[in-house]
């Protein structure tokens, strides 16, 4: 039931309970006088007013004991539930007798709102509550999940608080079941992250028995940097594989439960099943919740901007989803680059960016980073730069800091160079410069 309408009824009934009382405090005062009689008029206003006070308050009890949401009004200075809608009483399984009286911290439910105490004292002062996804157990121990709002209002000068409490399981499982595929998702990622640390864990090794001489370490090294690209190759695609199956399969297939979900709802609304259509509309807003989330995680695996428009249109929608979510303004320039037509550096580019946005976000502390991208030559620039408490040189050099060493190697591939510049509180500097390749980049 909306807040809204509860609300509106409330403030009706308390206005026409005012008039009546304003009403009736004039015909007191009135002199008294032998034989006189009350005017018509005041006659039939008084008869109006009582007559839209009692509509109104049949009104308000028809929406208080049809509503589809729980509802609880208590007693603003004591905490005791003074009244209990129908649907709540179905929702905890207790009947009006077991509720009446209580305070809402004695009805088990309710008991985890614990320091409840102190949430009734916290809802005096601020006259408003919310949670979003309470756990209840019902009084026959089902497992229920609600939206829980508390408000208080004013009726005839005095504090009410009502309660009202949403059914939100099904939309729970629903997460719930979101974020096990998203840690199953995540295990099958860190699986492959592994690998790719094994393997450069050998590469390593070869390197080592390489330096017994000049020749076979250039060649090591040549061996080893072509299997990194390799590495790398096949994680862009393992990427790209997955954001596919993500977004074609998964995503169809929720795209078309939605749409028999719209169908079923839409039938059921025609043969005047009401209820039955609400609870599948509620289905259908959580589905497009998950299609959203899916999308999601479709595109921070692998985003098709950056395949469809290029790695510019991808670093400057990267840096707006950056600044979106962390609160860190983030300004893109890019000087001379339309469409890099080479996938292998447009995607180094973005991933370079990409590394060290997420370092800025987890340990500069910085309030602003600055992207720039531009066409000098022959050559490709690429520059973040922030203004956080500065990378220490210890760290540059680190062999623990894996995404710098993933810059590096990236971009040593690619014939390029990487510098790697901070000091204490004047900020970091990443700048990658990279050749292009001949005949492959004329639409940088």
Not at 28 to 36: L, T
Not at 212 to 219: L, N, P, Q
Request: glycine share 6%.
């Amino acid at each position: 039931m909306p807040s809204k309408s509860k609300s509106h009824l409330i403030a009706e009934n308390a206005t026409l309970r005012a008039r009546l009382a304003e009403l009736e405090d004039k015909l007191a005062s009135r002199p008294s006088g032998k034989g006189e009689e009350l005017p018509e008029s005041v006659i039939a206003d008084r008869k109006r007013i009582e007559h839209e006070l009692k509509a109104s308050e049949v009104r308000y009890r028809r929406l208080f004991e049809t509503a589809k949401d729980g509802i609880l009004l208590l007693d603003a200075d004591t905490g005791r539930i003074t009244d209990a809608n129908p649907f709540l009483m179905s929702l905890l399984g207790y009947s009006h007798a077991e509720l009446l009286g209580k305070r809402l911290w004695e009805i088990g439910p309710f008991r985890d709102i614990a320091a409840s105490q102190a949430a009734f004292r916290k809802l005096q002062r601020k006259e408003y509550i919310r949670y979003d996804n309470l756990p209840l157990e019902t009084k026959g121990h089902r497992h229920r999940h609600v939206e829980f709002v508390s408000n208080v209002y004013l009726v005839n000068g005095t504090k009410v608080i009502q309660c009202n409490i949403r059914d939100i399981t099904a939309r729970h499982q629903a997460e719930v079941a979101l974020a096990n595929a998203s840690k199953e998702l995540e295990r099958r990622v860190d699986e492959r992250t592994a690998e790719l640390v094994a393997a450069n864990k050998l590469m390593k090794q070869m390197l080592d028995e390489g330096k017994r001489a000049e020749e076979k370490i250039r060649k090591s090294r040549e061996r080893l940097r072509n299997l990194s690209g390799r590495l790398q190759s096949l994680l862009e695609e393992e990427r790209m594989r997955i954001s596919r199956e993500i977004h074609d399969e998964l995503g169809q297939a929720l795209t078309v439960l939605k749409l028999d979900l719209s169908s079923i709802r839409r039938s059921l609304v025609s043969d005047g099943l009401a209820e039955q259509s609400a609870k599948v509309h509620d289905i259908e807003r959580t589905v497009t919740r998950i299609i959203r989330t899916v999308r999601k995680i479709s595109t921070d695996l692998r985003p098709g901007i950056l395949d469809e428009l290029g790695v510019a249109a991808a670093i400057e929608w990267m840096a707006k989803d950056f600044q979106n979510r962390t609160g860190i303004g983030c300004k893109v320039t890019i000087q001379a680059v339309d469409k890099i037509s080479d996938t292998a550096r447009a995607t180094a580019i973005f991933r370079i960016v990409q590394e060290a946005l997420t370092n800025v976000m987890r340990h500069a502390a910085a309030s602003q980073v600055n992207v720039s991208l531009e066409k000098k030559d022959d050559t490709l620039i690429v520059e973040v730069r922030d203004n956080g408490i500065g990378i220490m040189e210890g760290w540059i050099s680190d062999s623990k800091s894996h995404g710098l060493i993933g810059v590096r190697e990236r971009v040593l591939l690619l014939g390029g160079e990487t510098v790697i510049s901070g000091k204490p509180g004047e900020g970091t500097l990443v700048r990658v410069t990279l050749p292009m390749r001949k005949g492959a980049d004329s639409n940088a």
